[in-house]
């Protein structure tokens, strides 16, 4: 059990660190549910189980967030992730994971210089001019120094904390193993999925504490950008840049969290707002590569209302199946469109079991709640959280760059309103919206994606008589399965009897008016007090067939109703 549990001897310490800040912090009942005590007790490692009285008294959702910023930077990044899942969280826990920073006291620069010197092959004092030991800032992952490359040109060095790969590479470890725990103990967490949640999570801070990834996604944007006057991406300096250091162009500029010295500046802050929004969604509905925290600390100003974009280690990547998707989507809430909203919704559910009639209640009530509602008084971020609630209610769980789109667009719009109380990013959206879809229909884009279709049917084709022989060998040998949906099954069931009643009744009142029509045609024949009785029988067959005619189409229209 200790070796299916934890893994590896050496995490122990930190495992138990990290449940006695748990049950410290009121989270005890978790922790004893998923199991975790017990294999520390059994490895001799005991707990305390006292909570602090303050954190007794405080909502749960501030004691995770409390319990996450003292386990450090993998927690705390764990946490932020948290607040870009609005499908899986309510509105009260997203607001206290994202109050989660990063910010932690800076390291000695002279415990930075030995990777540094090893990455640059020498000493970093002989490469860079006025590099300053100081930190400009402190994050947990990396920190940054002001120098000038050896021709003067200001630079701005991020320098990855020393030991810090083997201690989040631990964390990461455990983390994948409380999640398997919590997803086999506790039936009802299931559905949010924490394995896969944690496997997400481990991807992208792989990818954070790898800086030369970093590096590519800043050149990805510089490129995205490129002929647009008014976004600047930090030029990156290659030929120093490794997993270790990253290495950019330093922008003098105006940070987004000061929006005095914009305004002292002579800047615009309504266009920059507008020019803000409008470059999120670009990257969003027509690129589909992101910057996914677009947070005032990383936005800054120049003149003439230009923006600058930092820190690119939180990305988002989006398909062009999933750009398509999230076009259709955003048309839809921003037309309040629900047969549009409910097809894309299906279409993320996947195989997971959803009550279509539900859905679709819930979809109406949130159109009819906005319906009528001017579009400059639609919060796009309201409007997503209550989205997101619908979301959450029917289990869907969305995938992980949706989360980070969805995160991007209600940090932009924040933004936005900061500098522009007037501001609506529903006006900006609508013309994006358009712009993606004519994009869609370009000849360009219809060639390449009828080539792409024709390689699917050229492959599909070259497939079959592999997947023949595979099947026929699979029967061959008895492995051959067949799933059926018996309610399904059930239903055609049902439906094959009624039809199959209808069509012998429809036989039989064809059957009695021919009859009924022979019979009165015969001129003699017995009586019954002067009445024909054969003409008696005809009048009988014509009013039975009547009314089985009336019971037929009583019973078509009920079923097309249904």
Request: glycine share 8%.
């Amino acid at each position: 059990m200790l070796r299916e549990t934890v893994g590896v001897m050496r995490d122990l310490p930190r495992l138990h660190e990290i449940t006695s800040v748990f049950i410290r912090h009121g989270l005890g009942d978790l922790v004893r549910r998923v199991g975790i005590a017990g294999v520390l007790e059994r490895a001799g490692q005991m707990l305390s189980w006292g909570a602090r009285a303050e954190s007794a008294r405080l909502e749960p959702a501030q004691r995770a967030r409390l319990a996450l910023a003292e386990l450090g930077p993998t927690f705390v990044k764990l946490g932020q992730l948290m607040a870009t899942r609005v499908d899986l969280f309510p509105p009260s826990w997203i607001a206290e994971f994202e109050k989660l920073l990063a910010d932690t006291p800076p390291v000695a620069f002279a415990a930075l210089l030995p990777e540094v010197e090893r990455a640059l092959g020498r000493s970093p004092f002989e490469v860079f001019r006025d590099l300053d030991p100081v930190p400009l800032a402190s994050a947990s992952i990396a920190q940054v120094h002001r120098a000038r490359l050896a021709d003067g040109t200001p630079v701005v060095l991020k320098i990855r904390r020393p030991g810090i790969r083997a201690k989040v590479e631990a964390d990461l470890r455990l983390l994948a193993q409380i999640a398997q725990l919590i997803e086999s103990e506790i039936p009802e967490a299931r559905r949010y999925q924490p394995a896969e949640i944690a496997a997400q999570f481990a991807r992208s801070l792989e990818r954070e504490l790898d800086l030369a990834v970093e590096a590519r996604h800043v050149e990805r944007l510089a490129r995205n950008f490129e002929g647009d006057p008014h976004i600047v991406i930090p030029k990156v300096y290659g030929e120093w840049t490794s997993e270790v250091m990253n290495v950019q162009e330093h922008v003098d500029a105006i940070p987004g969290t000061d929006l005095a010295a914009v305004r002292a500046a002579g800047l615009d802050p309504q266009l920059l707002a507008a020019r803000g929004v409008e470059s999120t969604l670009k990257m969003i509905l027509i690129d589909g590569f992101f910057h996914a925290d677009p947070h005032p600390g990383n936005v800054l100003f120049l003149p003439g209302n230009r923006i600058v974009m930092i820190d690119c280690g939180m990305v988002g990547r989006l398909s062009p199946l999933r750009r398509n998707q999230v076009v259709d989507l955003l048309a839809g809430l921003a037309r309040l469109d629900e047969e549009a909203m409910i097809d894309v919704l299906l279409d993320w559910a996947g195989d997971a079991h959803v009550d279509e009639a539900r859905l679709a209640a819930d979809v109406n009530e949130l159109v009819y709640d906005y319906e009528g509602v001017p579009l400059k008084d639609i919060r796009i971020g309201a409007l997503i959280r209550e989205f997101a609630a619908i979301i959450r209610r029917h289990s869907i769980v969305l995938p992980p760059d949706l989360t980070l789109m969805f995160k991007a667009l209600i940090t932009m719009e924040g933004l936005g309103r900061q500098f522009d109380p007037g501001f609506h990013i529903i006006d900006h959206l609508t013309p994006m919206i358009r712009r993606a879809v004519a994009e869609r229909y370009q000849p360009a884009g219809l060639v390449r994606r009828g080539r792409g279709a024709l390689a699917q049917v050229a492959n599909l084709l070259a497939g079959v008589p592999r997947d023949l022989s595979r099947l026929l060998r699979d029967a061959r040998r008895g492995k051959t399965r067949i799933d059926l949906d018996l309610k399904r099954l059930d239903r055609f069931g049902r439906q094959l009897d009624r039809t199959l009643d209808r069509a012998t009744m429809g036989i039989m009142t064809a059957s009695l008016v021919i009859g009924s029509a022979i019979v009165m045609t015969v001129p003699e024949g017995p009586s019954v007090l002067g009445v024909p009785l054969l003409a008696a029988v005809g009048v009988v067959g014509y009013v039975v067939a009547f009314v089985n005619s009336i019971w037929i189409i009583l019973g078509i229209w009920r079923s097309g109703k249904d």
